[in-house]
């Protein structure tokens, strides 16, 4: 069947503008989590969607970060104002349940900001 | 919060050897340790995962050995070969809120040269 996919693959945008990224799990995965990762550099949980709730955001970095899940399907992480620093791969990924599952990780978008 | 730190950064072998990569975390509550493999430009993908009930799991030409009381995990790849090139993470499941969410290692890149 159909992996994680994400979308767009790559994004350029000018600093102070808002960006929108977009994950569609695999369907019946109920946990869904976002991470980031610089160049060479390991991967930063962000935030995770257990259905359609968010029990931790404890890992976005800024209160520019947010994120939404419309039940248990596409989420979107959007990033307010960015700052150069944003610049990364944004990965998301989906398990079949919260814990202690697999994770299956989506292609990433590679986010530059100028 | 979990901490997890992960060594060597980088590991150069030839072709035939052992590679061996450790990872140690800080929270006893931790009780799933999944390593991933992430090939140049491809997305992570679980390798092999050990749960906290269980000291060692083997698949193929890759082990884990879990050293709770130490609080360490290791992966150990034999006979490598130039496809296992790619960079190796480690991550440690830990509690938040009644919910598990997995840190990552900063990653191992393991070369392989023929």
């Known amino acids: 069947g159909a992996g994680v996919s994400q979308s767009p693959s790559n994004k350029v945008t000018e600093k102070g503008k808002d960006v929108e990224l977009r994950c569609d799990p695999i369907s019946g995965h109920t946990a869904l989590y976002w991470y980031r990762q610089r160049l060479g550099q390991g991967l930063e949980f962000l935030i995770y969607f257990q259905g359609n709730s968010a029990p931790d955001k404890s890992g976005l970095p800024s209160d520019r970060f947010s994120a939404e899940r419309t039940g248990e399907s596409v989420s979107t992480l959007t990033i307010q104002r960015t700052q150069q620093e944003d610049s990364a791969v944004y990965l998301c990924a989906s398990s079949l349940r919260q814990i202690n599952n697999e994770q299956f990780f989506g292609p990433g978008t590679r986010l530059t900001v100028l | 919060g979990e901490n997890v730190e992960q060594h060597p950064s980088t590991l150069s072998v030839q072709e035939g050897d052992s590679a061996v990569i450790k990872c140690t975390y800080s929270?006893?509550?931790?009780?799933?340790f999944p390593w991933y493999k992430q090939e140049l430009g491809k997305r992570p993908q679980l390798i092999i995962d050990?749960?906290?009930?269980?000291g060692e799991k083997k698949d193929q030409r890759i082990a884990v050995t879990l050293n709770k009381t130490a609080k360490h995990f290791s992966l150990h790849i034999t006979e490598t070969q130039p496809e296992d090139s790619a960079v190796y993470f480690c991550?440690?499941?830990?509690?938040?809120?009644?919910?598990?969410?997995?840190?990552f290692g900063r990653g191992t890149s393991l070369i392989v040269h023929p």
């Open positions: 929270d006893s509550a931790s009780n799933y």
């Open positions: 050990i749960r906290s009930n269980v």
């Open positions: 991550a440690a499941s830990y509690a938040s809120g009644g919910s598990y969410i997995p840190t």
